[in-house]
């Protein structure tokens, strides 16, 4: 593609060697680079040779996220995700088109949209919390994961029959569950109908199947101005006769629903685990769900998404050459905010090992130091209801019970997110 010369130093280790580094290890790989390295690097993967430059600095991630969207693309830096997540997802489009799918998209995600959810987010958490054995451990993350997916079907999908609910819970479940290299995987056509590659395209057509009945039924529904699940709201969106297709609908909720299931339930395991690991901490957190303060319960829920990021960057491909942060880059360029990096920075957060909600409390971080949902016109969609619904989640809990950690906890990827080794074990009273 260029010269290596071209481009920031970087290590010299084989591609595999680079992408298992990056996949599997990064938690420990990526803050090697970066005390090597500095806060730019060069590193190269496989299948198909890609080359990406990281970068830590919080105004080198602004110029990624202010960048003409034309030249730097996020659609085409995300294409591992489309044999799951469709051609027409948010994600993956760029230019005119992600343009349009995210002005249809918007107004299901509006303040007064949110405000509407709210409730039936709190009803599942309190039937799901009190479900719940005192006394028992229990792995936070696989209830979290329980409840954040019943709030995607049921809040997002608007399903409301059992025996679909039934058919679907097993299947996101094993979509979720894939190894990276299923991912990595799919982009060898030779790959897709042989051993784990097959079965995961397998689950994807099931899953597809289930998608599309759903759809169809709603369509044909005569209560469509009384529902006001995100399915319903996007099925309404009328811009001028502009409407989703059943495709387009498809591949948006299957989007939202790996995007916005695993992200949020991992970030509140994370919370919770943290949480049971102070005494002071835990009186403290209590205490802002017993008031209401809804602040409060935000700024944990930020602090463990800063702390144990989910996704360890944000990815564009530059379809021109390129200065960024004073560096010349070519054409075909994957360049990448580093989330990983950004947020472990001294610079940016005092005593970055550190868990402290109070970070933000009486003011924000500086701008692109927290970048959990990206930022600029490709920010998460679905930030605003990943925080409304993480808050709600967490008031029930912390009303209800005392939360103690068990054991200790690192980070070790699934699919492409990052999640707690052992399910980040709580025992509750």
């Known amino acids: 593609m260029h010269r290596t010369t071209a481009l920031p130093p970087g290590p010299r280790l084989p591609r595999l060697v680079q992408s298992i580094g990056m996949m599997r290890m990064r938690h420990r790989f990526v803050p090697w680079l970066h005390r090597r390295y500095g806060d730019v690097i060069t590193v190269r993967l496989v299948p198909s040779p890609r080359t990406v430059v990281l970068f830590a600095d919080p105004s080198a991630v602004r110029e990624i996220f202010a960048g003409d969207p034309d030249v730097f693309h996020a659609g085409e830096a995300n294409s591992i995700l ?5 051609e027409h997802s948010l994600l993956l489009v760029d230019g005119a088109e992600h343009r349009r799918s995210r002005a249809l998209l918007t ?5 007064r949209a949110l405000r509407g959810y709210a409730d039936l987010v ?3 958490a309190k039937t799901e919390v009190g479900a719940w ?3 028992v451990p229990f ?3 696989e209830r979290m994961n329980a409840l954040t997916l019943e709030v995607i079907l049921r809040v997002v999908f608007g399903v409301t029959d059992e025996t679909r609910l039934a058919r679907l819970r097993p299947l996101v479940r094993e979509l979720v569950e894939v190894s990276p290299l299923v991912f990595l995987g799919s982009l060898v056509p030779r790959l897709r ?4 590659w097959r079965r995961a ?3 994807t057509a099931a899953l597809d199947a289930l998608v599309y009945e759903e759809i169809a039924e709603r369509r044909a529904g005569h209560d469509l101005d009384e529902r006001t699940d995100v399915l319903t709201r996007l099925i309404r969106v009328d811009d001028g006769g502009d409407r989703l297709t059943d495709a387009e609908l498809r591949d948006q909720l299957v989007t939202l629903l790996l995007a916005g299931h695993e992200t949020t339930a991992t970030a509140l395991a994370w919370t919770l685990y943290e949480v049971g690991r102070d005494p002071d901490l835990r009186a403290w957190a209590r205490d802002a769900a017993r008031t209401g303060d809804e602040d409060r319960l935000e700024a944990l829920v930020k602090e463990s998404m800063r702390l144990h990021p989910v996704i360890p960057m944000v990815v564009r491909v530059l379809t021109a050459p390129t200065t960024l942060a004073g560096v010349d880059l070519p054409s075909g360029t994957t360049v990448a905010a580093s989330i990983l990096l950004a947020h472990s920075r001294a610079e940016s957060h005092e005593d970055p090992a550190a868990f402290r909600p109070e970070r933000f409390l009486g003011g924000q971080p500086a701008p692109n130091t927290w970048i959990p949902f990206g930022g600029g016109v490709r920010r998460c969609i ?11 989640v967490l008031r029930e809990v912390l009303v209800e019970y005392d939360v103690e950690t068990v054991g200790t906890e690192e980070p070790r990827v699934r699919n492409i997110t990052s999640v707690p080794r052992h399910g980040a074990r709580i025992s509750v009273r």
């Open 139 to 141: 792995p936070a993350l």
């Open 82 to 86: 489309a044999p799951v997540m469709g």
């Open 133 to 135: 054995r005192p006394g």
């Open 122 to 124: 709190t009803g599942l």
């Open 193 to 196: 109908s042989v051993g784990m």
């Open 382 to 392: 679905g930030a605003g209801f990943s925080l409304m619904e993480a808050v709600a």
């Open 107 to 111: 107004p299901a995600f509006s303040g």
């Open 201 to 203: 395209a397998q689950r």
